[in-house]
């Protein structure tokens, strides 16, 4: 039996050594600001849910959750059929065309399955045609000046368990077990995720028992049919071997299986770039070093929001500028670091986010707000999505799983509202608001707003760039959806270089950062690299200076240089790698309390102006009048004696204007009269003379 290409890997790795330079190499110098193509090749429910309402209330047999179960309950000629308007209609070329001209974006991250390639099991049949749609989102994307990262998505066996992997795994359905009070049809999947793709996972021991070379052969497999189909195609950036391969995943293996695709990537695209997931376990520790010297490669990582507990704006804002101290210091010990996914979600609240009709226990972590059920976007005049629209006349439906999510009575729930605090430094607000902010009180524009600027800022003004998951959902969800939060202008337009952009961390900083020269580089290659980037800036200069320097005099010429050349351009998407040989160093500085000159929130907004004013003047009116009265009334003799007058005709006044509070508040100061007559013309009895005396 011949020997399985994933157990050749320490021979070949011996053979070659750390990856040597490769003259076919292109500098990492570009940021990547795109947007993932999600839901289209892979299905996930939450994202395109008009796919799997058809699966409400059915029995156990007839429900799909995700790509696998989909082709395996509709079969295989339904399921195509339905994949085929699907693909139709959620990526089209004006899509990508929008997506070009908003200025904002300049890659795209496909999802794919290896079922596309190297179809197995129900896929066989049912995902036919996919590949053909493939490339016509590459031409499109050529034809509109964007990149496309080719991610594969979605292994044999799960690399996760996850809906997005193409087959949930650790999914049992516990319907015997609800007999009563109500025969209903359950499911549980959480508490027993495993993942098979790298073989069989012991959930007693937490680990692995055996290694499945077959599906990773399959892997290697896919990898190869990927670049014979793409290599010569000028919008593929790349390729990502795998997404997401769960904490869990042996990381010897997984990094042999990243190895060997490499090979296979560098011998038939030597272009293409080659961007490696982190498996959840974004540490210098585990991938400092790894393939050091190799051309090309990149580590991807995946940060979320959505999974924290719940807080204030200001601990979102501080998390979210955090994240470029961990990607600085990844970028040092390991090299380009690009986002591959995050988004605007400060919550768990979106439909199905974990899984159809299903949650993680003890999520959503707050109530969230429902609005009503989109309308399909495959439906028209001449085609009806089965299970569209959602029926407004049921409550949740069936099959149920650990936690609750679906349409209820016509509506989805999606995410929380951002209330405007009173005290938006340590706001507690939203603890006890309601999902949907109170009218006049919806503050969520401003805070997204600020988040989306400050995460832009973390993720593009370190590393190497970032994708957005995703380009769009089915929902009213612009906190997922790219087109829905440019559209409210929480992302901004064009190329994303304004101050709003370059300064909304200041606040949130500790310290700045410097690019320079790493140290163990070949003194040629730094040397060229000094020359390069001064003559970028003027190509006039005199760069033969630098063909004396030597050892710390030249790596100090060039921190100044790459730092000054970065600093200026960075924000035009200049990324501190100048072909591998530099990397940025952090530098401590202390801000001073009025330094913070960017400040996304101003307090309450006046938004009735006008009301306001009034009440102010009616105020002032009314406090100016008893103002008046009191001194009129003791000032003015005929002003007191005609009021008295008036008060003594009232049966309602009368007592109060013979009480000694009236009286010894509004006596005229020069009153002295013996009484003041009455309606009848007599004397009242008992008011006597008294220079001070009474009213």
């Known amino acids: 039996m011949p020997m399985p290409l994933s157990t050749s890997i320490s021979s070949r790795i011996t053979q070659r050594g750390p990856a040597a330079a490769d003259e076919h190499a292109t500098p990492f110098n570009n940021q990547i600001r795109g947007v993932n193509l999600g839901g289209w090749m892979v299905l996930e429910p939450w994202i395109t849910p008009s796919l799997f309402y058809q699966f409400l209330s059915q029995p156990e047999g007839q429900v799909a959750i995700d790509t696998y179960s989909f082709c395996e309950v509709l079969g295989a000629e339904e399921a195509n059929l339905q994949l085929r308007r699907h693909w139709d209609t959620w990526v089209t070329e004006d899509i990508i065309r929008q997506l070009a001209e908003s200025g904002a974006v300049n890659s795209l991250r496909l999802p794919v399955g290896d079922f596309m390639y190297e179809p197995y099991g129900p896929y066989v049949g049912c995902t036919d045609g996919a590949t053909d749609y493939v490339e016509d989102l590459l031409d499109w994307a050529h034809e509109y000046g964007l990149t496309v990262l080719i991610d594969i998505h979605a292994m044999k066996g799960s690399q996760n368990g996850f809906d997005n992997s193409g087959k949930t795994l650790g999914f049992e359905w516990t319907s015997t077990l609800t007999v009563y009070p109500r025969n209903l049809v359950t499911f549980q999947h959480w508490p027993i995720r495993t993942a098979e793709w790298m073989g069989t996972f012991d959930r007693h021991a937490a680990n692995y028992s ?122 040092q010990a390991f090299g380009p670091i690009v986002v591959g996914e995050w988004s605007l979600a400060t919550d768990n609240c979106a439909m199905w986010l974990n899984g159809f009709n299903d949650n993680l226990p003890g999520f959503p972590r707050l109530p969230c707000k429902y609005v009503p059920c989109a309308q399909s976007y495959m439906n028209d005049d001449e085609y009806q999505q089965p299970g569209t629209p959602v029926d407004p006349s049921k409550p949740i439906q069936g099959p149920y799983g650990t936690g609750m999510s679906g349409p209820v009575w016509g509506l989805c729930p999606v995410g929380r509202d951002w209330v405007r605090e009173m005290d938006p430094e340590h706001g507690q607000d939203f603890v006890h608001t309601p999902a949907e902010a109170p009218q006049r009180r919806d503050d969520t524009d401003a805070v997204i707003s600020a988040l989306a600027l400050k995460k832009i800022n973390a993720f593009s003004g370190i590393g190497h760039g970032f994708y957005f998951w995703n380009f769009r959902t089915d929902l009213d969800e612009p906190h997922w959806s790219y087109m829905a939060a440019l559209e409210k202008g929480w992302i901004p337009s064009g190329n994303l ?23 163990d580089q070949l003194e040629n290659v730094v040397r060229n690299n000094v020359k390069g980037c001064i003559l970028a800036q003027d190509s006039n200069a005199n760069v033969t200076y630098v063909d004396s320097l030597r050892g710390d005099d030249l790596f100090d010429e060039a921190d100044q240089v790459f730092d000054a050349f970065w600093q200026e351009h960075r924000v035009e998407g200049a990324t501190c790698d100048f072909g591998g040989i530099a990397t940025l160093k952090e530098i401590n500085m202390t801000y001073a309390d009025d330094d913070d000159y960017y400040n996304f929130y101003e307090g309450p907004s006046n938004e009735h102006p006008v009301l306001h004013l009034c009440i102010v003047l009616l105020g002032g009116l009314a406090i100016g009048g008893l103002l008046g009265f009191f001194i009129a009334m003791r000032v003015n003799r005929s002003f007191n004696e005609s009021v008295v007058r008036n008060m003594e005709q009232s ?45």
């Open 651 to 695: 049966n309602l006044l009368r007592p109060i204007s013979h009480s000694r509070v009236f009286r010894n508040s509004f006596a005229s100061m020069d009153l002295n009269y013996e009484a003041i007559p009455t309606a009848s013309g007599k004397k009242k009895s008992g008011m006597k003379p008294n220079k001070s005396a009474y009213v």
């Open 497 to 519: 270089n304004s101050d709003s952009v370059n300064l909304a961390c200041h606040k949130e900083d500790n310290g700045l950062y410097q690019c320079v020269s790493k140290r």
């Open 210 to 331: 055996s290694i499945n070379h077959d599906n990773i052969n399959h892997s290697l497999r896919v990898i190869s049919k990927i670049v014979d189909a793409y290599s010569g195609h000028p919008a593929v950036l790349g390729l990502q071997p795998v997404n997401e391969p769960w904490e869990q995943t042996p990381i010897e293996h997984l990094k042999s299986f990243y190895w060997e695709g490499y090979l296979i990537v560098k011998k038939h695209a030597p272009y293409w770039k080659y961007i490696m997931h982190d498996s959840f376990r974004f540490d210098p520790n585990i991938w400092g070093g790894f393939m050091a010297g190799c051309p090309d490669r990149a580590l991807d990582t995946h940060i979320y929001q959505a999974w924290l507990d719940p807080g204030s704006r200001v601990s979102f804002f501080a998390n979210a500028c955090q994240q470029k101290k961990n990607i600085a210091a990844m970028e």
